[in-house]
């Protein structure tokens, strides 16, 4: 039973090996070959202990890929291959908060451009795409954000008050 142990361990180093080295398939199939000699060894012992090797199998492949690719995140060479999560505010999406456009909420400005619907839109010297949630407005018309969804921003025209008269 060690042998039998000794090589279900061996075949998974062999995965983890594959996984993080690119040997074109000739370490899998080395791990192959030892999980395949496991099992045989097994069931040489008995149909028990050969199902009990397989169940082994099965459990140790998934379980050594998911270990190879752990172990490779941490090397240098992960670091290029594998992509990280960016950074984001909790309850925003990554795309507004990667261009910080949580921030403009409530901002006012005006349209640069015809809004039919999108169109552009100044908010304080800063030029972003815009979507109207009213439909159509003429550029020069001021405008207010009301919200943004995803990496679209939503404006709705400003009313005039009697006081900017």
């Not at 039998?4 to 690119?22: C, N, T, W, Y």
């Not at 670091?79 to 456009?101: I, V, Y």
């Amino acid at each position: 039973m060690t042998l039998v142990v000794a090589l279900i361990l061996v075949g998974s180093a062999l995965v983890i090996a594959e996984v993080m080295f690119p040997s074109f398939g000739l370490i899998g199939i080395m791990a192959a070959t030892c999980f395949l000699f496991a099992i045989l060894e097994a069931f040489d012992m008995g149909d028990t202990q050969g199902y009990g090797a397989v169940a082994a199998v099965v459990l140790a492949i998934p379980g050594a890929i998911w270990s190879g690719f752990w172990i490779l995140r941490t090397t240098p060479l992960g670091n290029r291959l594998l992509m990280k999560p960016p950074p984001f505010k909790t309850g925003a999406s990554p795309a507004a908060a990667e261009a910080g456009l949580d921030q403009l909420v409530g901002r006012e400005g005006h349209t640069e451009s015809p809004m039919r619907p999108a169109g552009i839109v100044d908010l304080d010297g800063r030029r972003v795409d815009a979507v109207s949630d009213g439909g159509f407005l003429a550029a020069g018309t001021r405008v207010r954000v009301t919200h943004v969804e995803g990496n679209r921003i939503v404006v709705t025209e400003v009313e005039s008050s009697v006081a900017d008269a």
